[in-house]
């Protein structure tokens, strides 16, 4: 393998990489994913370094010397459906060896893939508020106000999005429109506890995931991710609360 044929391998493995991580995949598994395509192309050594937002490594071998390449990885998005396509093009990458120029094509489509549609996320998002609405002691009108607050987050946090908008900034507006919807519907009579309301709502944004990750990357020897997760949740977290406590306040 020559230099040229290095960087497009390495490349290649790279760009799998980052989906992987954006996608959700743990760094251990981005790092094993990047290390195994590279020596199955013939590198001597790969050294790979990945955190939540970024990945540099370094491909070894006797006809090219050293290749060296970083992505910085800006969002990420848990996608269980993406994240299984990818380990099955990883371990089909390892097994055949196919063209690099074959494997930019695979990952557009995994990239470009059925997703959940819009409908179908505001589905989830009602039926997520409402339960908890229910769960923790809400009456029917609590479940249907809390349910329609849920499909309007939705629609806000989307609008939100699409300029771009820090995460945390987003979660802030989100909640504090959260508690102002839920506070303003029991004022009108529509339900019964605002606070119950907002609990479901507020299982929206709870980073339970980003929390539960936070600790897998800590037992599994990752610690500068594992901190790095654990802070961004808790930070979440805290946001979420002051949005909601400061549309209490305003009542």
């Known amino acids: 393998m020559n230099r040229e044929e290095a960087e497009k391998v390495l490349y290649c493995a790279m760009s799998i990489g980052e989906q992987l991580l954006t996608c959700g995949a743990e760094v251990s598994r981005v790092e094993d994913t990047i290390r195994r ?22 491909m070894f071998g006797g006809d090219f010397e050293s290749v060296t390449e ?21 371990r089909y990458i390892c097994s055949t060896l196919p063209d690099p120029e074959e ?3 695979r990952l557009r489509r995994i990239a470009e893939g059925r997703s959940y549609s819009f409908s179908q996320q505001l589905l989830v998002y009602a ?3 409402g339960s908890f609405a229910v769960f923790f002691g809400g009456d029917w009108k609590d479940m249907l106000v809390s349910a329609a607050i ?8 989307a609008f939100i999005r699409r300029g771009s908008v820090n ?10 429109a959260g508690g102002l919807l839920s506070h303003a519907a029991v004022a009108l009579r529509l339900g019964s506890h605002a606070d119950l309301i907002s609990i479901g709502n507020i299982m929206l944004f709870i980073p339970g995931v980003m929390f539960t990750n936070s600790l ?8 500068i991710t594992g901190l790095i997760r654990f802070s ?20």
């Not at 995460?167 to 504090?176: I, R």
């Open 37 to 58: 395509i590279c020596t199955a192309y013939g590198a001597t050594r790969v050294d790979v370094f990945s955190i939540t937002s970024s990945i540099v490594t370094t």
């Open 70 to 90: 970083s992505r910085r990885v800006l969002s990420m998005r848990n996608d269980f459906n993406k994240l299984d396509e990818l380990n099955q093009l990883s």
């Open 103 to 105: 494997i930019p094509g």
């Open 127 to 129: 039926l997520v508020s």
């Open 150 to 157: 849920g499909v309007l987050l939705k629609c806000l946090e």
């Open 167 to 176: 995460g945390l900034f987003t979660a802030l507006l989100c909640s504090s």
């Open 216 to 223: 897998r990357d800590l037992f599994s020897g990752d610690t």
């Open 232 to 251: 961004e949740s808790l930070l979440l977290a805290v946001i979420v609360a002051l949005g909601f406590t400061f549309a209490g306040f305003l009542f």
